[in-house]
T-cell receptor, first 114, second 114 residues
Framework: AQKVTQAQTEISVVEKEDVTLDCVYE???????LFWYKQPPSGELVFLIRRNSFDEQNEISGRYSWNFQKSTSSFNFTITASQVVDSAVYFCALSVWGAQKLVFGQGTRLTINP | ETGVTQTPRHLVMGMTNKKSLKCEQHLGHNAMYWYKQSAKKPLELMFV???????ENNSVPSRFSPECPNSSHLFLHLHTLQPEDSALYLC?????????????FGPGTRLLVL
């Protein structure tokens, strides 16, 4: 069975601070995919990134960066120089090869204060 | 329209009503999904359709009845719901290729059952 844990339920920082959202996953499959989604107050889940289990290269996209470490089964997400528009609930998710199913973590509610 | 659309965006219904939620994807995908998002619970997968065939049903009560007439449209028919069914119902779609399982979500329907 697969499991995703986002231990941080809520995080609140002041604008321009850097913030890291943690994600730990469990799976016995060797081929799997990890995702981050953003859910603003409007409700729609916005896809941010997808990584496969064979690619441990960290990725940077503007102010967003992701740190994938198989040794610790973690896929953490960092926002640099946070902005108020980054306020949302962020979900980490896992799917295994061949299964049309995403397993989500509980989500982390991020509030960026001006 | 682009992406995944859902109607209605908000719905209030009594326990004896019958209503339907509609989802349409404009991405040329072959798989569609229904998720339920309740307060303080992880996103729960309800149904998966691939090429218009149901491939997964996560022990969802029979008062929820999905329908997928073609690869672009997905419905969720609701009848005799309970107050605990109040939630955000999210539709998603994906390519359907086992190696391309990024799911793209619609804005959701906020359902309140009185």
């Amino acid at each position: 069975a697969q499991k995703v844990t986002q231990a941080q339920t809520e995080i609140s920082v002041v604008e321009k601070e850097d913030v890291t959202l943690d994600c730990v996953y469990e799976t016995r499959d060797t081929t799997y995919y990890l995702f981050w989604y953003k859910q603003p107050p409007s409700g729609e889940l916005v896809f941010l990134i997808r990584r496969n289990s064979f690619d441990e290269q960290n990725e940077i996209s503007g102010r967003y960066s992701w740190n994938f470490q198989k040794s610790t089964s973690s896929f953490n997400f960092t926002i640099t120089a946070s902005q108020v528009v980054d306020s949302a609930v962020y979900f980490c998710a896992l799917s295994v090869w061949g299964a049309q199913k995403l397993v989500f973590g509980q989500g982390t509610r991020l509030t960026i204060n001006p | 329209e682009t992406g995944v659309t859902q109607t209605p965006r908000h719905l209030v219904m009594g326990m004896t009503n019958k209503k339907s939620l509609k989802c349409e994807q404009h991405l040329g995908h072959n798989a569609m999904y229904w998720y339920k998002q309740s307060a303080k619970k992880p996103l729960e997968l309800m149904f998966v359709y691939s090429l218009e065939e149901r491939v997964e049903n996560n022990s969802v009560p029979s008062r929820f009845s999905p329908e997928c007439p073609n690869s672009s449209h997905l419905f969720l028919h609701l009848h005799t719901l309970q107050p605990e069914d109040s939630a955000l119902y999210l539709c998603a779609s994906s390519q359907g290729d086992r190696d391309q399982e990024t799911q793209y979500f619609g804005p959701g329907t906020r359902l309140l059952v009185l």
